[in-house]
T-cell receptor, first 114, second 112 residues
C-alpha cells in the first residue's frame, strides 16, 4: 500500500469525449504530482501542486488538460475532447515523510481512447 | 530532451547471480537519484535512492552507486531472485522542484 489511491483504474472512452481521473492520498502531504506513462517509456512529469496551488505545468499538458486540488488533499485531472494520443497510464504521486525527495505512486489510471 | 537515459532495454540474469542496471544523466542540477520497480498494470514502486553527496547506498540486496563526474549511476541486485523480474526505472530530481525525470526503463528477467 503506497498510501495513494486512484480512480478509476481503467477507463475506455471514445475520441472526443471528456474524462476525469481522481487521486486520493491516504496521508496528507502538501505536494502532489501527476505523471503520464506511455508504452515503452518511463513516466513523464505533467504537473504538481503545493497545497491547492498548481505550481508548474509541463508543455505536455495541452489546453485540453486541466488539473485541480481544491482542498489541498485529493486531486482531479480532466482531459477534454480526448484524442487517441492521450492513451496512457496516468500516475499520481506524493512525497513520503518529511522529505520531498522520494515519491510514492498510486496504482495509476489506464486510459484507452478508441 | 531525454535527461535520464537507460541504454539497455533488457537484461537477463540467472537466479542467484548479480544484476547490474545502468543509468546516465545529463542535467548537472540533479541532486537526488532514485530507482523504481514496476510490474505491469501497477504504479512504480520505490526501491532505493541516493543523494548527490554520497557515492553509495545499500539496502539489503540492493546497492546504488553514483559517479557524479561521469554522470552515471548503477543499481546492483545481489543475489537476483525470480521475484525481481520487472521493469526498473532510474529517476532523478533537483531540489528546485523535486519533479522526477525518468529513464525509459530496463526489463529484468531472472531465469531459474
Amino acid at each position: 500500500d503506497t498510501g495513494v489511491s486512484q480512480d478509476p483504474r481503467h477507463k475506455i472512452t471514445k475520441r472526443g469525449q471528456n474524462v476525469t481521473f481522481r487521486c486520493d492520498p491516504i496521508s496528507e502531504h502538501n505536494r502532489l504530482y501527476w505523471y503520464r506513462q506511455t508504452l515503452g517509456q518511463g513516466p513523464e512529469f505533467l504537473t504538481y501542486f503545493q497545497n491547492e496551488a498548481q505550481l508548474e505545468k509541463s508543455r505536455l499538458l495541452s489546453d485540453r488538460f486541466s488539473a485541480e486540488r481544491p482542498k489541498g488533499s485529493f486531486s482531479t485531472l480532466e482531459i477534454q475532447r480526448t484524442e487517441q494520443g492521450d492513451s496512457a497510464m496516468y500516475l499520481c504521486a506524493i512525497p513520503g515523510g518529511d522529505s520531498y525527495n522520494e515519491q510514492f505512486f498510486g496504482p495509476g489510471t489506464r486510459l484507452t481512447v478508441l | 530532451d531525454q535527461q535520464v537515459k537507460q541504454n539497455s532495454p533488457s537484461l537477463s540474469v540467472q537466479e542467484g547471480r548479480i544484476s547490474i542496471l545502468n543509468c546516465d544523466y545529463t542535467n548537472s542540477m540533479f541532486d537526488y537519484f532514485l530507482w523504481y520497480k514496476k510490474y505491469p498494470a501497477e504504479g512504480p514502486t520505490f526501491l532505493i535512492s541516493i543523494s548527490s553527496i554520497k557515492d553509495k547506498n545499500e539496502d539489503g540486496r540492493f546497492t546504488v552507486f553514483l559517479n557524479k563526474s561521469a554522470k552515471h549511476l548503477s543499481l546492483h541486485i545481489v543475489p537476483s531472485q525470480p521475484g525481481d523480474s520487472a521493469v526498473y526505472f532510474c529517476a532523478a530530481s533537483a531540489i528546485s522542484d523535486y519533479k522526477l525525470s525518468f529513464g525509459a526503463g530496463t526489463t529484468v528477467t531472472v531465469r531459474a
